[in-house]
């Protein structure tokens, strides 16, 4: 059964939803808006409140959240095309790095955290989003979905199929298989490394 929260607004549209590690305990996810607002709800997504009315122009794509983050507070928002910080829990943010693409997708594991972008391929940070540095291009016009499982990071591009990486990124190579099936709509990779891919196809 599915009802409406109160995170509805016909002039905005959420692009972006990120959980709490630590769900469970505090009940906390984070939403973000085309118009770039971030809100937060503390009661597992019943009620919503605003934190900022923008924190920069432009859409907010994505989020990720530390895995500290109940400690730390730290989470990362992707803002066209540029990385913003917050260790206060989203009250407040300073830009960080300006990348040379729409940031699509984040993921990381800590210290690691990895940026995709439109054709722009992939770009790591090893301080936690601090700085920024390019990975071996990916020849992709968008990398929606980035993931792992154990030590391969997989890497979507709706038009392009799944890239895989078994070296932290440095280098990447298309899943064979797909091609009759593009675009890819929906990427899901399970712990023990199953990977699961939908299509306007198949």
């Given at each position: 059964?599915?009802?409406?929260?109160?995170?509805?607004?016909?002039?905005?549209v959420?692009?972006?939803?990120?959980?709490?590690?630590?769900?469970?305990?505090?009940?906390?996810?984070?939403?973000?808006?085309?118009?770039?607002?971030?809100?937060?709800?503390?009661?597992?997504?019943?009620?919503?409140?605003l934190?900022?009315?923008?924190?920069?122009?432009?859409?907010?794509?994505?989020?990720?959240?530390?895995?500290?983050?109940?400690?730390?507070?730290?989470?990362?928002?992707?803002i066209?095309?540029?990385?913003?910080?917050?260790?206060?829990?989203?009250?407040?943010?300073?830009?960080?790095?300006?990348?040379?693409?729409?940031?699509?997708?984040?993921?990381?594991?800590?210290?690691?955290?990895?940026?995709?972008?439109?054709?722009?391929?992939?770009?790591?940070?090893?301080?936690?989003?601090?700085?920024?540095?390019g990975?071996?291009?990916?020849?992709?016009?968008?990398?929606?979905?980035?993931?792992?499982?154990?030590?391969?990071?997989?890497?979507?591009?709706?038009?392009?199929?799944?890239?895989?990486?078994?070296?932290?990124?440095?280098?990447?190579?298309?899943?064979?298989?797909?091609?009759?099936?593009?675009?890819?709509?929906?990427?899901h990779?399970?712990?023990?490394?199953?990977?699961?891919?939908?299509?306007?196809?198949?």
């Open positions: 059964a599915w009802r409406a929260t109160s995170l509805v607004d016909k002039d905005d959420v692009d972006a939803l990120a959980v709490s590690p630590a769900f469970a305990d505090d009940q906390t996810v984070y939403a973000g808006t085309e118009s770039g607002a971030p809100h937060i709800s503390t009661d597992g997504g019943r009620r919503w409140s934190l900022q009315s923008s924190i920069a122009e432009g859409p907010m794509y994505c989020l990720w959240l530390s895995p500290d983050f109940a400690t730390s507070g730290k989470l990362l928002a992707g066209a095309n540029g990385v913003y910080l917050s260790t206060d829990k989203g009250n407040s943010w300073s830009r960080v790095a300006e990348l040379p693409g729409s940031i699509l997708s984040l993921t990381g594991n800590g210290n690691t955290v990895l940026a995709a972008l439109h054709e722009a391929g992939v770009f790591k940070s090893e301080d936690g989003g601090e700085t920024w540095a990975t071996s291009k990916i020849t992709a016009r968008g990398l929606s979905r980035l993931t792992s499982a154990g030590a391969t990071l997989y890497a979507m591009g709706p038009q392009e199929g799944v890239f895989t990486s078994g070296d932290g990124g440095a280098g990447w190579a298309p899943l064979e298989g797909l091609d009759d099936y593009l675009p890819i709509t929906a990427m990779v399970g712990e023990d490394g199953a990977v699961f891919v939908a299509s306007h196809e198949a």
